[in-house]
């Protein structure tokens, strides 16, 4: 099993049940084999490392045992999906179509933390900032847009164009390497 870093494994324990709604109970048995074909386990060390992960998991309320298997609490969707939305990115394109992703909001004075979090989001998905609530990527995005805008509830409040003309073109070209 490779070096994991810090919290990585229980990353991967919730995303895993966020995909797959449930992992078997097996997971606290030395022949588990639902969870440890994620990790590829080579040792006694390795196994312990993720049974205690488990074990912390259903201790923090992230997940529960449920008839013969572990599932996902709000408060473990929640994490799993903070998880999801902290490693999401932007693909790069090999070749670029020529097209700008320009992602606007309008989110509400009263979802105010939403709206930082949106404008957190773009900017770790590697958009460029062009105005206030005005972000632009040469590539598609509306993926991820779509994901963060319904995590948040203000899907309604974003729009995205594509342009195949913009100003400052040159600049944004700079900074996105093209």
Avoid at 137 to 153: L, S
Wanted: charge should be positive; include cysteine; proline fraction near 3%.
């Amino acid at each position: 099993m490779k070096k994991y870093q810090r919290d990585e494994i229980k990353e991967i324990i919730l995303s895993t049940l966020l995909v797959a709604g449930v992992i078997a109970i097996a997971v606290t048995m030395p022949n588990a084999v639902q969870l440890f074909k994620y990790f590829k386990p080579k040792n006694t060390y390795d196994r312990t490392r993720i049974k205690q992960s488990v074990y912390r998991l259903e201790k923090q309320g992230f997940i529960k045992r449920k008839d013969a298997g572990y599932v996902l609490t709000a408060s473990g969707t929640k994490k799993a999906i903070y998880y999801k939305i902290e490693s999401m990115k932007i693909v790069r394109q090999k070749e670029w179509d020529g097209k700008w992703r320009i992602v606007m909001f309008d989110v509400p004075e009263e979802r105010k933390m939403a709206r930082r979090a949106i404008h957190n989001a773009l900017k770790e998905l590697g958009c460029v900032q062009y105005q206030k609530s005005v972000f632009v990527t040469p590539f598609p995005c509306k993926n991820e847009v779509d994901f963060i805008g319904d995590y948040f509830g203000v899907r309604g409040n974003i729009r995205i164009i594509i342009a195949s003309e913009i100003e400052g073109g040159k600049i944004l070209r700079n900074a996105f390497c093209l």
